[in-house]
């Protein structure tokens, strides 16, 4: 990659994002297109995200993405959102147009874009979303605008739950919403009658986490996903896998989001069989001698 006065800046907003795959997965990309853009991580602290995004138009970069912890606190300093930011209240794509900031969701539509891959289809579909935080509200509305028969929010915190399915009969009164805990009896009946079970929560990310559902509850019936990616296989794939269902893991999502948000930011068509690559070997080498 040759960086110019003339190439365009993309970057990531996140604290921390050392860990993000997005500079990784897009490089590649900019590269494999003969593009002149490069993407560049910006670690930037809570308590300095509206200096740092009110900045970005000055400094002349063509967009961003954002990551945790900073979805929901940049969106007052945006001029304009899309819909589906006004019904999640979060933002992961922003793209930089006559000095406009203007904010997107791309993590549902790359949530159920990963799921087709997997030739799964959420319409008419039972789901169990377990999770109730920023990533559970993207796969919640959109699984209810892609027609889901039911969906069943689990949160530990129950009032999360709730807001979420509050929020979402707002946008879309008919959609059939329900709320319970994490608790083995409360769950116990409900994966009885659903189809596909999403983890939206963070129960994973460390090795040696457990399953946020006890194995004996998984058969084989279910397609199973967890929107974590890294580590790869966490206990709930472990089981699922032992359990002869169908399952996932998040790098799809990863993808398809990069994916969405790509086209946003350059107009052209991502090439994502190079960006799984790219995404699949930074996973191995980041797994490697684990
Ligand atoms: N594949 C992708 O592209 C992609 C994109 C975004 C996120 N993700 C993954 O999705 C997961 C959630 O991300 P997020 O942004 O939604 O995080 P978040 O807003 O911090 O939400 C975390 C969720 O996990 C629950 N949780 C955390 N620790 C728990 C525990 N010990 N027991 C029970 N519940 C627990 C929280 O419950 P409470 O509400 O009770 O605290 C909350 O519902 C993460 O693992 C993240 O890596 C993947």
């Known amino acids: 990659m040759k960086i110019t006065g003339k190439t ?13 795959l997005s500079p990784i ?15 560049v991580p910006f670690a ?6 509206e200096k740092a995004v009110k900045g970005i138009p000055a400094l002349n970069i063509s967009g961003f993405n954002v990551t945790i912890p900073h979805k929901e606190s940049v969106i007052p300093f945006l001029s304009e959102t899309s819909e589906e930011v006004k019904m999640i209240g979060a933002v ?16 549902g539509p790359g949530f159920i874009a990963s799921l087709k891959e997997a030739g799964i289809s959420i319409k008419n579909h039972s789901l169990l979303i377990l999770g109730a935080g920023g990533a559970a509200k993207a796969v919640v509305f959109q699984s209810a605008i892609e027609g889901a028969r039911e969906i069943i929010i689990a949160n530990r915190t129950i009032q ?13 009164p008919s959609v059939n919403l329900k709320t319970t805990g994490i608790g083995y009896d409360e769950l116990k009946d409900i994966i009885g009658r659903v189809d596909i079970i ?7 990310l460390k090795s040696g986490d457990p399953s946020p559902i006890p194995n004996e509850l998984i058969n084989k019936r279910l397609f199973v996903c967890d929107l974590i990616y890294n580590p790869p296989e966490t206990s709930l794939i472990k089981y699922a896998k032992a359990s002869g269902c169908k399952f996932m893991n998040g790098t799809g999502m990863l ?19 190079v960006m799984r690559k790219s995404l699949e ?4 080498n980041l797994n490697r001698g684990k």
């Open 255 to 273: 993808l398809h989001q990069g994916v969405i948000a790509f086209k946003i930011f350059t107009g052209s068509e991502a090439p994502i069989e």
């Open 44 to 49: 930037v602290k809570e308590d300095h995200v």
């Open 160 to 172: 999360k739950a709730i807001s979420i399915k509050n929020q979402t009969e707002k946008y879309l």
């Open 281 to 284: 070997d930074a996973l191995k």
């Open 198 to 204: 999403v983890n939206a929560t963070s129960i994973g």
């Open 8 to 20: 365009r800046i993309i970057g990531i907003i996140g604290w921390p994002v050392k860990h993000s």
């Open 92 to 107: 992961n794509t922003i793209k930089i147009m006559d000095n406009k900031l203007i904010g997107y969701n791309t993590d």
């Open 25 to 39: 997965m897009h490089n590649a990309a900019f590269e494999h297109l003969g593009l002149d853009f490069c993407y």
